[in-house]
């Protein structure tokens, strides 16, 4: 028998609420024929103007983090979101329910942990960067929107 992924109780394999606490078991997923895209954000210093911050999703797990302080739009930033791209960060995503956690690698090694909730074709995360640096904000929310590239 499965579990409720909020509460913890048994659940039937069929039901699509969880009859304790009223959770929704529909498992959620993410897309992988397009970006999530979050922003613009202003970065600080703030001769860099606004960033956008994008993710992408691989369904052998990979999840693919950049931010862009260019105005180019998905279908340009997306060229860049390759696995084999070695200035990109990357990590592995895990999916329970409607929660979604990962944490990605820059490639200096700094470490992000991301963890929220997948809603229709969106994706509202908290994040908390394990590196605090002057200036930048540690941890945050950022609300991301799905964007069909072709
Ligand atoms: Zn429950």
């Not at 979050?38 to 210093?45: N, R, T």
């Not at 995360?125 to 991301?144: A, C, K, Q, T, V």
Request: aromatic content about 12%.
């Amino acid at each position: 028998m499965p579990f409720c992924p909020k509460c913890g109780k048994e659940v039937s394999p069929e039901a699509s609420y969880c009859a304790s606490c009223g959770a929704s078991l529909r498992v959620e997923k993410v897309r992988y024929d397009g970006l999530y895209v979050s922003g613009p954000q202003d970065v600080i210093p703030s001769d860099y103007g606004s960033c956008y911050h994008y993710l992408r999703f691989y369904e052998d797990g990979t999840v693919l983090a950049a931010s862009v302080v260019l105005t180019e739009g998905p279908n340009q930033v997306i060229r860049w979101f390759d696995k084999s791209n070695p200035n990109i960060s990357k990590g592995q995503y895990s999916i329970q329910g409607n929660t979604i956690r990962f944490s990605t690698t820059s490639p200096q090694g700094d470490v992000v942990d991301y963890a929220g909730q997948i809603i229709n074709d969106r994706l509202k995360l908290h994040w908390r960067s394990r590196i605090i640096r002057r200036g930048f904000d540690s941890r945050g929310f950022e609300d991301y929107t799905f964007v069909k590239v072709s």
